[in-house]
């Protein structure tokens, strides 16, 4: 048996995969906040429950935000931000009397889609959750490429390229840069970007928030401020997966996040991302996640072939 935990900053969600990946239990309670201690109780409860109701040992795998630093081994780049510089790697493992295994959530989004989701059977798999953030992973013959300094994928906080006018240096970012791939393209950008429209083009605000499922919406009905958002929107992601294809070169890219069900990117962006790849003919296939929010956990538990 497989355990795959998800540690999000509300929810803790866990999942048992007998031998086939089927699914044999899921478990989900809210995550303590502004705890390290209760976090790694509240993960210990979670492997118990779990094997007490299936009554069998599993392997554990767990997905955080952020990554376990190779340099220092504690937990580094997480926005639950209680986690960052903590010894999860050494505690969990003690309490739960085994070795654990820990990856990015991306990366185990990534893993859950090219082992048996929407880029299953692909070599390399470039997996992108475009959300509240952007940030992504990169499977190699169902293994997640961790890299040199465990931030392998992390495109989101490399600047767009080919920055258009005003465009650059861009927003700043929460990373300190600025210009930022994810300060255009997550959610809460498009979101931004919409609202400006609407003012360059001196029309009210709109009266409640439009979320960027909203602004795709409008831009179908023929709202011209949103087709204007939303073909700039595209422009920009495909310059940013144009470039990923240069470096990676993915057999499949997998979206996930609330903006992967935006029907048209899925014909648009591999139109518009030609001009920005090297090569003659580009066969990357570009899809939507198969599992949905059930990716990461799913993926976690996937860290034990
Ligand atoms: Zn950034």
Redesign the pocket.
């Given at each position: 048996m497989r355990i795959g935990i998800d540690l999000g900053g509300t929810k803790i969600e866990g999942i048992a995969l007998g031998g086939a990946g089927e699914v044999l239990l899921r478990r989900r309670v809210p995550a303590p906040r502004d705890s390290y201690r209760d976090t790694l109780a509240a993960l210990v409860d979670l492997v118990n429950a779990i094997e007490r109701e299936t009554g069998a040992r599993g392997t554990v795998g767990v997905g955080i935000p952020g990554a376990i630093s190779p340099a220092t081994g504690l937990v580094k780049n997480a926005n639950s931000t209680w986690l960052i510089g903590e010894p999860l790697a050494d505690d969990l493992p003690r309490l739960l009397e085994r070795p654990v295994r820990f990856a990015n959530d991306a990366n185990c989004f990534a893993l859950s889609e090219a082992v048996d989701g929407a880029a299953a059977g692909a070599e390399i798999v470039f997996g992108v959750i475009i959300g509240t953030g952007t940030g992504a992973g990169i499977v190699v013959n169902r293994r997640v490429l961790e890299g040199a300094n465990a931030i392998a994928g992390e495109w989101?906080?490399n600047p767009l390229p080919a920055p258009r006018d005003g465009e650059w240096p861009g927003p700043s970012?929460?990373?300190?840069?600025?210009g930022?791939?994810?300060?255009f393209l997550s959610g809460p950008a498009l979101e931004r970007d919409y609202a400006g429209e609407r003012q360059r083009r001196a029309l009210p605000p709109s009266e409640t928030r439009q979320t960027a499922a909203d602004v795709a919406a409008a831009a179908c009905a023929g709202d011209a401020a949103a087709s204007t958002v939303l073909e700039r929107y595209e422009e920009r992601l495909a310059r940013a997966l144009g470039s990923v294809i240069n470096v990676v070169d993915p057999h499949v890219i997998v979206l996930g996040g609330g903006l992967s069900n935006i029907d048209r990117l899925y014909d648009s962006i591999p139109r518009l991302w030609a001009p920005y790849v090297f090569s003659d003919a580009v066969t990357t296939r570009l899809v939507r996640a198969a599992h949905g929010d059930s990716s990461g956990v799913r993926g976690a538990a996937w860290l034990w072939e």
């Open positions: 989101g906080h970012c929460y990373c300190g840069r600025t930022c791939i994810e300060t």
